[in-house]
C-alpha cells in the first residue's frame, strides 16, 4: 500500500555533496514522520533525520547536524537529504522509512517506522 522509492546515492569525495530523495506511492500517503536511517558494513542501522509531516519539525543525529538537512514536499510525497560536508564516516546504505503509527513522531527508532526503502549507497572516498 505504501511503497517507497529512495534514489541520489552514490560516491563523492569527502567534502562534497549529495542530495538523495524518496519518493512515496500509495492511494492515502499521510505518515506521522519519515525520516532518513543509514547502515554503514557491519554496522547497525541508525537514525539519520526525521521530520514531521504535518509541520516540518525536524531533527537530526549529533554528527550530522549542520551539515545534513531533511525537507519534505507533502504534494510530491517525497522526502529529501541533502548531505553536506560529507565524512567517510557517513559512508553507508541511506533507508527511506516512513511511519504512520503516532509512535513515530519525533522518533528516532527504526522500529517506529512501518515502511522502508530499497536502500540507496553513498560512499565517500578520500
Known amino acids: 500500500q505504501v511503497q517507497l522509492v529512495e534514489s541520489g546515492g552514490g560516491l563523492v569525495q569527502a567534502g562534497g555533496s549529495l542530495r538523495l530523495s524518496c519518493a512515496a506511492s500509495g492511494r492515502t500517503f499521510s505518515p506521522y514522520a519519515m525520516g532518513w536511517f543509514r547502515q554503514a558494513l557491519g554496522k547497525e542501522r541508525q537514525f539519520v533525520a526525521r521530520i514531521n509531516w504535518s509541520s516540518g519539525r525536524t531533527g537530526y543525529t549529533e554528527s550530522v547536524n549542520g551539515r545534513f538537512f531533511i525537507s519534505r514536499d507533502n504534494a510530491k510525497n517525497t522526502v529529501y537529504l541533502q548531505m553536506n560536508s560529507l565524512k567517510a564516516e557517513d559512508a553507508g546504505v541511506y533507508y527511506c522509512?516512513?511511519?504512520?503509527?503516532?509512535?513515530?513522531?519525533?522518533?528516532?527508532?527504526?522500529?517506529?517506522?512501518?515502511?522502508w526503502g530499497q536502500g540507496t549507497q553513498v560512499t565517500v572516498s578520500p
Open positions: 522509512a516512513a511511519g504512520l503509527r503516532f509512535s513515530a513522531v519525533d522518533s528516532r527508532q527504526a522500529s517506529d517506522y512501518g515502511y
